[in-house]
């Protein structure tokens, strides 16, 4: 898929079962990688709460890598939002 959907696009995409892939790092132009049990809608949440761009998760891959635990697990929600907290404020 393409990397230039906007916010309502991932969402209505995520909402018809489509899953939205992230391209790799340098060198990678052709290759794409799903962030393995986050969909898109839940990364689009995860960005709206952080005040940021979903794409602007990219730099984050911590963020990334918590968004796929956090079904069903509080501990690992309360553990994002000290993080979530900082990108707001514009820290890591």
Known sequence: MDAGWDLFQREVLAELGHVLYL????GAEEQA???AGADAGMLARIARAAGVDAD????????LAMA???CG???AKRALWPRLRALRRGRR
Do not use: G, S
Not at 23 to 26: D, F, G, Q
Not at 56 to 63: G, N, S
């Open 33 to 35: 990688t799903p962030v």
């Open 73 to 75: 697990d509080a501990a």
């Open 23 to 26: 391209p790799l790092r340098a």
């Open 68 to 70: 796929a635990t956090l």
């Open 56 to 63: 602007a998760l990219e730099a984050h891959p911590d963020i």
